[in-house]
């Protein structure tokens, strides 16, 4: 993994740009494996928790609550490093996991993946590779609930 430009935790929380709601994405990932576990939300103050605590927080937009990402399931995360991205509107945060990151038990929330070659591709549904992309339809606005049920 490329080395990161280290700050102090004052330039560092500077460098953090929060949206008009207050909040930052947070992608975390094995510290390990280097895989992508989960993306969820951050603002200042779950920010500032999972640096005092050394474990993930983050912020529930469908329960307007803290959540401390295994505090019910033990699956907690041990922050080994957090970077924030060039823009400042997203986080980068290196975990050691203590078990699945997803609801569903899945290792990564990130399980399901779209075949975009082979046999899996289906003209009739729109074959991406082929720049046949069917209509993207949601029953959720834009700014829908996040799936942060797991605990």
């Not at 590779?129 to 069917?134: A, D, W």
Request: net charge negative; proline share 5%.
């Amino acid at each position: 993994m490329l080395q990161a430009e280290r700050l102090a935790v004052k330039p560092f929380l500077q460098a953090v740009r929060f949206d008009a709601a207050g909040l930052v994405a947070a992608v975390v990932q094995d510290a390990a494996t280097h895989e992508v576990l989960m993306v969820a939300w951050m603002n200042a103050e779950s920010l500032r928790r999972t640096l005092e605590l050394g474990e993930t927080v983050f912020w529930s937009r469908s329960r307007q609550e803290y959540w401390h990402k295994g505090a019910t399931s033990g699956h907690v995360q041990r922050v080994v490093d957090l970077r924030v991205d060039c823009d400042g509107d997203a986080l980068l945060i290196r975990v050691e996991p203590a078990g699945p990151a997803c609801h569903t038990g899945a290792v990564s929330c990130f399980y399901r993946g779209l075949a975009l070659d082979g046999p899996q591709s289906d003209a009739s549904q729109g074959d991406a590779s082929q720049g046949n992309v069917p209509p993207i339809q949601s029953d959720q606005p834009h700014q829908a609930a996040d799936a942060d049920t797991r605990r």
